[in-house]
Structure formats: structure tokens, C-alpha cells
């Protein structure tokens, strides 16, 4: 007969011992038994269970202090502690401390099977869920989301919560956060990752271009239009559509996007046949789309159609205790890309360094500041001087700005001369530029000026500059 599972009973009582292996071994569960806490951490060394049976009062390391060291070497140990003070006290302790469930002697068999039964259950549900995660790893570049913060822990049980579904998910946080990131592992935990995941970018397309890319047009729909195109709705048929930035789309924009949603259809530009389409939408933004709706530029029933389920990603810098993983996670990446063999043990003072950091720029801005320190490592070992000065001396680089801004009302004063407005006028020069040197594709001109997509399309709205001109 297949075995239900494995169960270890720790019982310092040698009837209770055999009582549970008698009860146990009848349901069809292998059942090996341990005396004290002691030897049941050793037995769960050797292999891992499906349940531990734990007694709370026992001699040596009692119930409570095995029930931590059984999590601390099985983080997803489903741990039933059993005792015979069920006192309200103990129960709560024991769920404090993580246990799955409490049961007091003496109990029934029932009771014991079905616990178990659910114990076991549980256990094979998180099973799942991390081959899932692993076979996730695979597919898709999980940088961004490494993480052992109960912030990012959070973020990744709404993942598996809400993939299976089809309803709308609006993702907010920082740039840099890694928001595509987690609509693509939404995507590829969904039955539709065997389908496109479509990823638009609303601010990096000039709005009067916006809805040909996503709905299509015929030919001769506009000027320019010399053959028919389809949009991406229709291209992510089956599939996902990750709408970026979803707070820059325009009025316009918004009300035909509210109805793909509300009806599932859309008519290209010069139809007038509409054509239903089976997507799913992954919509994110930096910006506070509620702030957006009191304001009038966002439509208020677009924005609860788009956040039936929202996902917040917290700052780097909320989560400090995830960038030791993040940093060892780039390392691991751009020693292959670059043939490197810097060590991904990190020494306590650059360690320091980097958890002291504010990383406006989130995961995105670590990234950057992995690779380079990757590349320029004198030797197998990243150093301080890898970092670059405003992480590696902060004090020094306030100090500068402190004597510049004194520099700049000095001039303000003797010249009359406003400092800051000539630094203005010279980054807007600087845009405009680049935008005139790469025809106004906001994307190259961002990596010309090497700064992401979202802070020069912000820039751009900040200055009031016309991307065309």
C-alpha cells in the first residue's frame, strides 16, 4: 500500500509513542518515533517529514524551544505540538512560535487522523508552490524578487494567490521596485503561460500613437498608415498584457481601455467591427492613481476596474534585509556575464555600506551598483572602493553638495546669478538634445543620458518639453 506521508512523533511517554505509531501506521502513514527534542532534531536532520507530532512537556529541551529549532531548520515544518495543559497561554505560544495547530490530550483518533491529514496536505500544497517558484526561476530573471523580507514574503503569496485567476491586478510602487518583474511571474504561474505576455510601456509611446499600438488600425486609418497593423491586445490573445505606467495614458486612451475590460472587445482604428479578445491585464504605475482620480486626469471606474487585486512592492530601503541576497544574487549574474569569479561573500564593512545606503534608484539602482563593482573588483573580492562614492562615503558627497549649494548662494548674492536655474536650463538642454539626436525615441534617449525610461519621461513632463520638437 502507498504511503499518506511521513510523521515523526516526539513523546518522552513510551505509551503515547506507541499509541500514535499504532494509530498512525493503521491510516497509512510511515511513522518513526523520537524520545526527547534532541533526537527529534536529529531524525528530522537526516530527512525531512510531512508532520512532527511534538509533545510540549518534555525533560531536556521541552516542546516549545524544539518547535523553534524544527522552523529554524525547516523554515515550511508543519510542527502539531500535543499536550496535556492545554491552557489558553500554551496554545497561544505555541502559535506565536509557528506551529500549524495544538492538540490536547487526551484526544480523539479521529482527531489525531484528521489533523494529520490536514498537516500533510498543507505540506504538499507548499511543495507545489516551490516547484512552481523553481520552474518560475527558470523561465523568468527573478532579481528583483529575491527576497526573505516578510514584505517581499507577502508579495509573493499574493503572487501565487491571485495567478490562477483571470481578474485585473494593478501593481504600485518605486521605480526600480520590479513591478514587470513580478506581472511576469504572475503570468507564468497563470494557466496562460504557454500564451504571450505583452509588455507596454505607456509613457515611452506618444499618445496620439498609443491606441494604434494597442488596438490596431486599418489601412489608411491616419496619415501614415499604409497597411494594416494589428495591436497588442490582439497580439496577447490568450495571454497577458503588462500595461506600465498606466497613470500616463490619456483620457481618451482610458475610456477604450474601460471597455476592453468591461466587454472584452475592441475595434481597431478605421473599423467598425469589433473583435473580443480573451487577455488578461497586469496594469502598474510610481504615480497615486487615487490622487490622479481627485484630480481629474485619471478615470475613477477605470481605476477600480484596473485594482480588483493591487500588489504594493515596498522600497528598497523598507527591506534592508534583502539586499545581502539581492547583492549575492548580481554577483552570481555578472560573474557569468563577464567572466568574473568575484566571491559573493561580502564583507561586513562594504555589507554596512550598502545597508546604510537609501537606494532611491530600489533594486534597479543595486543592480547597477553590483555590476559595476563586479567589473572593476581588482580582485575575487569586492571592496569598498568598488562602490561608487555616495555609497562608499556618503559624509564626504553631503559635504560637497553642502559646499556647492554655499557656493551658489554666495554667486546668488555677489551676481545675482540664480544657480539653480542654470542647472535647469542646462538639463533641459541636455534633453533636448538627445531627444533631437534619437528623433525623439524617448527610450534611446534615456540610455544615451543614462537614466531609466521613467525618469526621463518625467523630466520631460516636468520641463514641458514636446518630444517632437
Known sequence: MARKGSVLVVDDEEIMRDVLETLLSAEGYRVDLAKTGEEGLEAYGRRAYDVVLLDVSMPGMGGLRALEEFLKMDQEAVVIMITAYATFDTAIAAWEKGATNCIRKPFQNEQIAATVAAGV???????????????????????????????????????????????????????????????????????????????????????????????????????????????????????????????DIPPETQARLLRVIQEREFTPLGDTNPRRVDVRIIAATNVDLKEAVRQGTFREDLYYRLSVVPIELPPLRDRREDILPLAQHFIRKYNEENARQVSEHIAPEVLALLEAYAWPGNVRELENAIERAVV???????????????????????????????????IDIARGVNFYDEVRRFEIDLIRRALEQTGGHQSRAARLLGMNATTLNSKIKTYNIDPRQ
Open 376 to 410: 572593476i573588483a581588482p580582485g575575487q573580492e569586492i571592496t569598498k572602493e568598488c562602490l561608487r562614492p555616495e555609497i562608499s562615503n556618503p559624509e564626504s558627497v553631503r559635504a560637497s553638495m553642502r559646499d556647492i549649494s554655499s557656493a551658489a548662494t554666495g
Open 121 to 247: 496536505k498543507r505540506r504538499r500544497k507548499e511543495e507545489e508552490r516551490q516547484t512552481l517558484r523553481r520552474a518560475m526561476s527558470r523561465m523568468v530573471d527573478r532579481g528583483a524578487m529575491v527576497g526573505r523580507s516578510e514584505n517581499m514574503q507577502t508579495v509573493f503569496r499574493m503572487v501565487d494567490q491571485v495567478a490562477p485567476a483571470r481578474s485585473t491586478v494593478l501593481i504600485t510602487g518605486e521605480s526600480g521596485t520590479g513591478k514587470e518583474l513580478i506581472a511576469r511571474a504572475i503570468h507564468e504561474q497563470s494557466p496562460r503561460a504557454q500564451k504571450p505576455f505583452v509588455t507596454v510601456n505607456s509613457s515611452n509611446i506618444p499618445s496620439e500613437l498609443l491606441e494604434s499600438e494597442l488596438f490596431g488600425h486599418t489601412r489608411g486609418a491616419f496619415t501614415g498608415a499604409v497597411a494594416a497593423k494589428k495591436g497588442l491586445f490582439e497580439v496577447a490573445d490568450g495571454g497577458s498584457i503588462f500595461l506600465d505606467e498606466i497613470g
